[in-house]
C-alpha cells in the first residue's frame, strides 16, 4: 500500500508560480512512476507531467511552463508551475504507480490549483 500526501496548491493571479509537491510513504520500494494529473469541473482527467523511471514525460500544452522533477531519497515528486493561466485551474491529482502496472496505481487526494485575477 501506498499513501500519498500532496500540497502546495493554491489560488494565483495570471502570470504567478506555484509548486506542487506529492510525498510518497508505504510500499515505496516498488515505485516505478511518479506524477500529476489535473481535472476541471466537467473536463476529463489529463495527463500533465509524469516521471518514468529516468525518464520524464510532460503534457505539449504545459511542456514551456510546467517542470516535473523527482527526489527518489524522500519519495516526492515536485510540479513547478509557472506563467499560470486561467485555463490551468483544475484540481491537482498525484499518481504512483508501482511495478509499472496500472493495476498498482495509487492517487493521491488532489489540490486546487486556482487561477484568476
Known amino acids: 500500500q501506498v499513501e500519498l500526501v500532496e500540497t502546495g496548491g493554491g489560488s494565483v493571479q495570471p502570470g504567478g508560480s506555484l509548486r506542487l509537491s506529492c510525498a510518497a510513504s508505504g510500499s515505496t520500494s516498488s515505485i516505478t512512476a511518479m506524477g500529476w494529473y489535473r481535472q476541471a469541473p466537467g473536463k476529463e482527467r489529463e495527463m500533465v507531467a509524469m516521471s518514468i523511471n529516468d525518464d520524464t514525460t510532460v503534457a505539449d500544452s504545459v511542456k514551456d511552463r510546467f517542470t516535473i522533477s523527482r527526489d527518489n531519497t524522500k519519495n516526492t515528486v515536485y510540479l513547478q508551475m509557472n506563467s499560470l493561466k486561467p485555463e490551468d485551474t483544475a484540481v491537482y491529482l498525484c499518481?504512483?504507480?508501482?511495478?509499472?502496472?496500472?493495476?498498482?496505481?495509487?492517487w493521491g487526494q488532489g489540490t486546487q490549483v486556482t487561477v484568476s485575477s
Open positions: 499518481n504512483v504507480r508501482l511495478w509499472s502496472a496500472s493495476a498498482y496505481d495509487y
